[in-house]
T-cell receptor
Framework: RKEVEQDPGPFNVPEGATVAFNCTYS??????FFWYRQDCRKEPKLLMS???SGNEDGRFTAQLNRASQYISLLIRDSKLSDSATYLC??????????FGDGTTLTVKP | GAGVSQSPRYKVAKRGQDVALRCDPI?????LFWYQQALGQGPEFLTY????????KSGLPSDRFFAERPEGSVSTLKIQRTQQEDSAVYLC????????????FGPGTRLLVL
């Protein structure tokens, strides 16, 4: 079993839809969590950090559930420009980071 | 301001050749990470530096892989006697302070070993 697992998708949704991704992690000592977005043949770019209290940035909401060891990303009112691969990353206590393999989202007109 | 830069952007090597990949992090960033990304997969951790100290190299796949950051700024990832399975995108990222922070990625070096 991989340390960080994501549903690879693809998720194909119409514009305006709400879509949610989950990411599970196996190391209960994990310290910090992020969502990154990666466009085809580009480098990953930070989307948002994930906090226990949850955090929201416009149409994006991230949540952390330490008890169940998963993080989630909710995208409301999907835009065509949201089409990308979404990567979760989990940091252990020594600075080492582990990425999931990503979930691919395609938003269609 | 300049982001993370990597060179070369593309490298074709013959099997058995040695290659050196360079990463210039954001100026003043303490932490530097190297990742290997195969097609359709997420970045796989290779190694992590805090200033010039290599704190974790547990992800380096074999002793053919070697990374250094001698002055705590520019880093080089060297692969000796390249094999076809080394073909991947090699990503470098830096963060402002010690690990567990937002990482800023460079554009990557696409390595193809023939």
């Amino acid at each position: 079993r991989k340390e960080v697992e994501q549903d690879p998708g693809p998720f194909n949704v119409p514009e305006g839809a709400t879509v949610a991704f989950n990411c599970t992690y196996s190391n209960s000592a994990s310290q910090s969590f992020f969502w990154y977005r990666q466009d085809c043949r580009k480098e990953p770019k930070l989307l948002m950090s994930v906090y226990s209290s949850g955090n929201e940035d416009g149409r994006f909401t991230a949540q952390l559930n330490r008890a169940s060891q998963y993080i989630s990303l909710l995208i409301r009112d999907s835009k065509l420009s949201d089409s990308a691969t979404y990567l979760c990353v989990v940091f252990g206590n020594a600075g080492k980071s582990t990425f999931g393999d990503g979930t691919t989202l395609t938003v269609k007109p | 301001g300049a982001g993370v830069s990597q060179s070369p952007r593309y490298k074709v090597a013959k099997r058995g050749q040695d290659v050196a990949l360079r990463c210039d992090p954001i100026s003043g960033h303490v932490s530097l990470f190297w990742y290997q990304q195969a097609l359709g997969q997420g970045p796989e951790f290779l190694t992590y530096f805090q200033n010039e100290a290599q704190l974790d190299k547990s992800g380096l796949p074999s002793d053919r892989f070697f990374a250094e950051r001698p002055e705590g700024s520019v880093s080089t990832l060297k692969i000796q006697r390249t094999q076809q399975e080394d073909s991947a995108v090699y990503l470098c990222a830096s963060s402002r302070l010690a690990g567990q922070e937002t990482q800023y990625f460079g554009p990557g070096t696409r390595l193809l070993v023939l």
